[in-house]
């Protein structure tokens, strides 16, 4: 992996395999990340503007944020570490903890609550031997809650990465799951 050193205004120092290095832990971003960081750059005024693109375009290729991330989208977009963790911590598909290669978004809307989402839940549960929050061993599956997934009409719903699952049933669960394997 290439990466380039920064200097704490967040400018290149050189082409060489390095890193920028912040108070804890070494941060980088690859030539990729940053290339479609700077994409989403040029739409936007500043360059702050772009953090959750950044953000976004970061755990697409990591799969989640990690501190040391935080710390290299900060010295790209020229922001502070704060303020980009507390752009990462509001919104909650920007995971600041590591998932697995796939992330199955339950919704426990008052929808699907009322449509027997507890009935997916607790078979999800049971098939991957996990609850909310956690991660299959073989880092395959990770199962998080969702307040909404915005398809009420259709509950219970699920989403499996970008993938929305309406009008779910137990009967289809094994069948979705196998679709990630």
């Known amino acids: 992996m290439i990466i380039q050193q920064l200097n704490r205004d967040g400018e290149k120092k050189s082409d060489k395999t ?79 903890k590591p998932v697995g290669r796939h992330v199955i978004l339950v919704c426990d809307s008052i929808s699907c609550y009322v449509m027997k989402y507890g009935d997916i839940y607790k078979a999800l549960q049971e098939k991957l031997n996990i609850r909310f929050g956690e991660t299959t061993g073989d880092q395959c599956f990770t199962l998080l809650p969702n307040c909404c997934l915005g398809c009420c009409d259709h509950a219970p719903a699920l989403m499996i990465d970008n993938d929305l699952y309406k009008d779910v049933t137990v009967d289809m669960l094994d069948r979705l799951l196998h679709n990630y394997t």
């Not at 920028?20 to 990729?32: K, P, Q």
């Not at 290339?35 to 989640?64: F, G, M, N, T, Y």
């Not at 303020?83 to 990462?88: C, G």
Request: net charge negative; aromatic share 8%; no cysteine.
């Open 18 to 96: 390095a890193q920028y290095t912040e108070g804890t832990g070494g941060a980088y971003l690859t030539d990729l990340e940053r290339s479609e960081i700077d994409h989403e750059i040029a739409q936007v005024p500043h360059k702050s503007a772009a953090v959750i693109e950044a953000l976004k375009i970061v755990q697409h290729h990591r799969r989640w944020i990690s501190d040391e991330s935080v710390n290299a989208i900060a010295a790209y977009l020229q922001m502070s570490a704060a303020e980009v963790d507390s752009v990462a911590t509001f919104y909650n598909l920007i995971f600041r």
